[in-house]
C-alpha cells in the first residue's frame, strides 16, 4: 500500500505517517524543511523497518514544488492507495485588520496546493484496486472563530472543493473524506497553558483516519468531525 501525506514531519501529519507505516504502508512524505523530513524519515525508518520511505521538500504553495514531488512519486510508484492533504499554514488576524496578503498566502497552501497535488496524482489513484483521498479541514471550515478571518475562509474553499471532488468521483471507485478537526495540539499551540486532557493529541486525529480507511467497501464516512469531549477552546 502507497500513501501519501503533505506537512509530514510535524503534528497530524507526523502521526498520521507513523500510523500508515504501523499498517505496512510505504511513504511519500513531503515538507518545506528538508532537514526535518530527513529526521522524520530516520526515525519512522528505524520503527518501522519495512516501511518504503520518499521525501521530497516541497512548499506546497509552490506549483512546481507540488509537481516536483508528484512527479518523484510517479516514477517511483505505479499506483497510490491514499493520499493525504494535510499542509496547512495558518496566521491569525481578523478579515479586515490582518495583513492583506494573508489570504493570498494561505490560499496558495491550503487549497491551491492540495488541488494540484490531487490533479497530478489523479492516475495514479485511479489505477488502484482501492483509493482513498482524505482532505484535512477543520471545525473553521463550518465555523468561524475570532482571529481566524483568512484561515477560515481557506478552509471553507477546502471543504467545498473535497465536497465537490467526491461527488466527481462517486463512479471512480475512489472515496473522498473531509476531515474537521476540532482544537489539536500542535505547534501552533506551544506555550499556550493548556490542560492536556482539553485538547486533542494529533494521534487521536491520526487514529480516527486511519479507522476510515478501514471501513468496508462499502460504507464511507465523507465528513469526519472531531473535537475536544468539552467542546472548542
Not at 516501511?51 to 505505479?78: H, R
Amino acid at each position: 500500500m502507497n500513501v501519501v501525506i503533505t506537512g509530514a514531519t510535524q503534528g497530524m501529519g507526523y502521526a498520521l505517517a507513523e500510523a500508515f507505516a504501523a499498517e505496512g504502508a510505504h511513504l511519500a512524505l513531503t515538507a518545506r524543511t528538508a532537514a526535518d523530513l530527513i529526521k522524520t524519515k530516520e526515525i519512522i525508518a528505524k520503527n518501522f523497518p519495512k516501511s518504503q520511505i520518499i521525501t521530497v521538500p516541497a512548499d506546497l504553495g509552490k506549483a512546481n514544488d507540488v509537481e516536483a514531488f508528484a512527479q518523484k512519486i510517479k516514477e517511483t510508484w505505479d499506483s497510490v492507495e491514499v493520499l493525504v492533504n494535510n499542509a496547512g499554514l495558518f496566521y491569525t488576524g481578523d478579515m479586515m485588520e490582518e495583513d492583506e496578503d494573508n489570504l493570498e498566502k494561505m490560499m496558495a497552501v491550503n487549497l491551491f496546493g492540495p488541488v494540484r497535488l490531487t490533479r497530478y496524482l489523479a492516475p495514479l489513484l485511479f489505477k488502484a484496486e482501492k483509493a482513498h483521498v482524505f482532505n484535512i479541514c477543520s471545525v473553521a471550515s463550518q465555523k468561524y472563530f475570532p482571529g481566524s478571518g483568512s484561515y477560515s475562509v481557506t478552509k471553507y474553499a477546502l471543504l467545498g472543493y473535497s465536497r465537490a471532488l467526491r461527488e466527481e468521483w462517486k463512479e471512480q471507485g475512489v472515496k473522498v473524506t473531509s476531515v474537521l478537526p476540532g482544537a489539536t495540539y500542535t505547534r501552533s499551540w506551544e506555550g499556550a497553558n493548556i490542560d492536556p486532557k482539553r485538547i486533542m493529541q494529533p494521534e487521536d486525529v491520526a487514529q480516527a483516519v486511519v479507522d476510515t480507511w478501514k471501513l468496508p467497501d462499502t460504507a464511507l464516512i465523507e465528513e469526519l468531525t472531531l473535537r475536544p469531549p468539552q467542546g472548542d477552546l
